[in-house]
């Protein structure tokens, strides 16, 4: 059969690209495309050489695993090739696959079938070395039959044994494994990277390699490496168990590390169930993998099955669906968040990734924009993992053809035209405060921006916050776009008529939604701080602000210095409330929202823990005198006992003053001389006065004591309830006193479940946490509150 010329050619720039892209991904650790697009073109390579076979050529990528390793290391001839695995990209391959293993066993193939399965880390494939029990090399896989001699650098990981536990090793024990880096740790890196003005990795299979192929092994013992084994190589002088899966518990009784999600599965069916599984929970591993390895377990079953040029008959990779794909960046556009964020968002060619078609993805801001270079027009490595946003990791700058365009901050809001300022960061320490740029642009239109007040609305309606039921998102673009709402205060003056106006909307649904707003008017205080919408004012911190200080007026007054005395608010959370609440605007839609009949249920006073609670040296020490530590302020406090004879102190007095170092005196003193400073003090201790947190103040005795038995307890709510919402479950429990946790662990006190409970709920029978359905979590609800 004549070979067509085009299918020559394209077979040509296969192999080319296929060997370029080799090079770039073990040997430079840069790749220039993604590992799907690497996949399709290997894939068509096979293909072609399938269909004419005349094509196949001795250095053709399919007959070989990959390209020679960089020279930098000395180099390692692999006893037994270090072989890849073929993929399979869909049931259909994975069906195949475990019908030609049955096929070619035979009557030798027991019913049903047993497959090791194991997830496929991203990382770099090595050999570890143990004679006599002690690791004497370790190598990467470089090309499957020579790799680079990495010993040194692998000795520094702690996952790596130098000498193998227990007894009864072989005297020659090759151990084969990944080396890859953990996502917290891959964070922690870039983030290093990004504060020194370094570039980040782009990924933790990439982090990984640089780090292994360091010269100096101090680099490498710095990096947050792990190693879990997979197989072995080379056994002499000794035996191991006849099945796959046990010789890794083998393994992890001799102090290697073995994946914790490996298990053996019967079938088929038993692979489809655990690929299912696993593919549900891959977002939530603390690693990166890519797909799953299924393995026939029995070991001469194995050898029975034999390998192909590149890879073995008995093992397939089944693959997940493509994290990362190539598309174009059509474009740039601007969108307007609840706080005047300008936010830029990518305009992309749609791709298939992650499962999904995407068509936009984030860029964060402008100052993501300059990292990644990327401009309008560019070929672009998009990323998504299961539900996160997708996002631009990488800029194809090798593919621009000239016609690309910078990208801008608009100067004036897409949606209002109001000018767009940056926003400044404020550093704040030792009485002084350090201005910078931030990396925010914000619209400065305020609720005149549709987009701002849209989006406040939609916050301040939403579940967790007032709770008015039927005010969904395209209702509230709906009356803002009729102009019928300007501010939060005009959804208490609407009219049924103006409902029936709307699309959608009768005279039924109307009233309903006209009496929803009516109810919403009585609302509890923390809910009200949260629909706000107050700058790093989360449903947890509202809450807090609405227990310690009791009301609304306190929180409007409070001085920030005051702020931090509440549990998890720090300076810079403290200044986003008091910048808040003094807010011109601002304190015109909260006076507004009051007047249209707001009432603020569980208002109260000072939380009794916090009266009479702050001494004078707490005070000193929150005034941040340069020098000035806990035993200064100690004796200040003892020696002064009060304010205003501190704020006259003389410099022979502080001289005199025993523990009192001369930096704290220096530091105090000058101080003294900033009227601001002592203007500060002063106003800060008399709002401990009026709130009754001064030392001088005495603790109200309270009413009647506030029971809260599960106080210090943690608990867990799981599935759905019925006679109550998961919400009114968690605040029954917060008024008794417990944290309400999302995931189980050994310090949970106790789960309620409802139907639908799933994983948590194994985790907690596993722990032995108690476990309570409904009905008895409603009972002991009852019980608590009639002690």
Not at 316 to 325: C, G, L, V, Y
């Amino acid at each position: 059969m004549n070979l067509p010329e085009s299918v020559s050619a394209r077979a040509e720039y296969l192999r080319s690209a296929i060997e370029q892209h080799n090079y770039r991904y073990y040997v430079l650790d840069d790749p220039s495309v993604p590992d799907s697009e690497y996949d399709r073109l290997f894939q068509e390579l096979k293909q072609l050489e399938s269909e004419y076979p005349e094509l196949v050529s001795a250095d053709s990528p399919t007959q070989r695993v990959g390209k020679k390793p960089d020279t930098g290391f000395a180099e390692v001839a692999h006893e037994q090739p270090m072989l890849s695995l073929d993929n399979a990209f869909g049931e259909e391959d994975m069906a195949a696959f475990v019908r030609r293993v049955q096929e070619r066993l035979g009557t030798a193939a027991a019913a049903p079938l047993a497959f090791a399965c194991e997830p496929k880390l991203d990382g770099l494939a090595v050999s570890l070395l143990y004679e006599q029990g002690l690791l004497v090399r370790a190598a990467t896989r470089g090309d499957g039959y020579t790799g680079e001699d990495i010993t040194l650098n692998v000795r520094t990981l702690p996952s790596v044994p130098l000498r193998l536990m227990g007894s009864g090793w072989p005297q020659r024990l090759e151990v084969r494994g990944e080396i890859y880096m953990p996502r917290a740790g891959f964070e922690r890196l870039n983030e290093q990277a990004r504060a020194a003005d370094e570039k980040p990795f782009v990924n933790p299979r990439n982090a990984a390699a640089g780090s292994l192929r360091q010269l100096d092994p101090a680099i490498t013992a710095r990096r947050p490496l792990e190693f879990c084994c997979y197989s072995t190589g080379v056994v002499e002088g000794g035996s191991l168990p006849e099945t796959h899966a046990a010789r890794l518990q083998q393994l992890h009784a001799w102090g290697l590390k073995i994946n914790a999600e490996m298990r053996v599965v019967e079938g088929l069916e038993g692979c489809r169930d655990y690929y299912t599984e696993l593919a549900a929970k891959r977002d939530q591993l603390p690693y990166d993998i890519d797909g799953i390895v299924f393995k026939v377990d029995r070991l001469d079953l194995q050898q029975q099955l034999g390998y192909v040029a590149r890879a073995p008959r008995w093992a397939i990779a089944h693959k997940f669906p493509a994290q990362e794909e190539i598309t174009r960046l059509k474009a740039v556009e601007f969108q307007v968040g609840r706080t005047g964020a300008i936010t830029p968002v990518a305009r992309l060619e749609p791709v298939f990734v992650g499962g999904v078609t995407v068509s936009n993805a984030t860029l964060h801001n402008m100052d993501e924009i300059a990292r990644l270079g990327v401009r309008a027009g560019d070929q672009v490595v998009v990323r998504r993992a299961g539900d996160v946003i997708p996002q631009i990791v990488q800029v194809l700058e090798d593919r621009r053809s000239g016609d690309e365009t910078e990208i801008a901050i608009p100067t004036h809001c897409p949606v209002c035209g109001s000018d767009v300022e940056r926003t400044r960061l404020v550093k704040r320490g030792k009485g002084r405060e350090q201005v910078s740029e931030g990396a925010i642009y914000r619209c400065v239109g305020r609720l005149a921006c549709q987009a701002q007040l849209t989006q406040a609305l939609i916050h301040f309606v939403s579940r967790k916050a007032m709770d008015i039921d039927g005010l969904g998102e395209k209702n509230i673009e709906l009356l803002v776009g009729r102009e019928l709402v300007r501010s939060p205060a005009d959804l208490y003056r609407l009219r049924v008529d103006d409902f029936l106006q709307l699309e959608g909307f009768a005279q039924l649904s109307s009233e309903n939604l006209y009496n929803a707003i009516a109810d919403s008017r009585t609302v509890d205080l923390s809910r009200f701080i949260y629909a706000l919408g107050i700058p790093e004012v989360g449903e947890g911190t509202a809450r807090a602000l609405a227990a310690k200080l009791g009301s609304l007026q306190h929180l409007r007054e409070a001085h920030p210095l005051l702020l931090t005395w509440l549990p998890d608010i720090g300076l810079e959370v403290a200044h986003e409330i008091h910048n808040f609440m003094q807010d011109e605007h601002n304190c015109q839609v909260i006076d507004d929202l009051l007047a249209q009949g707001i009432s603020l249920q569980h208002e109260a006073g000072i939380a009794p823990a916090l009266q009479g609670s702050i001494s004078l040296e707490m005070l000193i020490l929150r005034l941040d005198i340069p020098g000035v530590a806990k035993t200064g302020a100690q004796a200040l406090a003892n020696h002064f006992e009060a304010l205003e004879s501190l704020l006259a102190a003389t410099e022979a007095q502080l001289s005199a003053l025993p523990k009192f170092s001369k930096k704290a005196r220096e530091g105090l003193l000058a101080c003294l001389q900033r009227p601001e400073w002592v203007a500060t003090a002063r106003a800060l201790e008399q709002q401990l006065l009026a709130f009754g947190m001064h030392w001088s103040c005495e603790p109200e005795t309270p009413a009647g004591d506030v029971q809260q038995p599960l106080l210090g307890q943690t608990w867990v709510i799981t599935g759905t309830l019925e006679q109550m919402t998961r919400d009114q479950a968690k605040e029954r429990l917060l008024a008794l006193g417990a944290k309400v946790s999302g995931s189980v662990s050994g310090k949970t006190h106790a789960l309620v479940a409802g139907p639908g409970a799933g994983s948590k709920l194994a985790k907690a029978e596993q722990l032995g946490v108690p476990v309570l359905d409904e009905a008895a979590f409603l009972q002991q609800l009852q019980q608590w509150s009639a002690s």
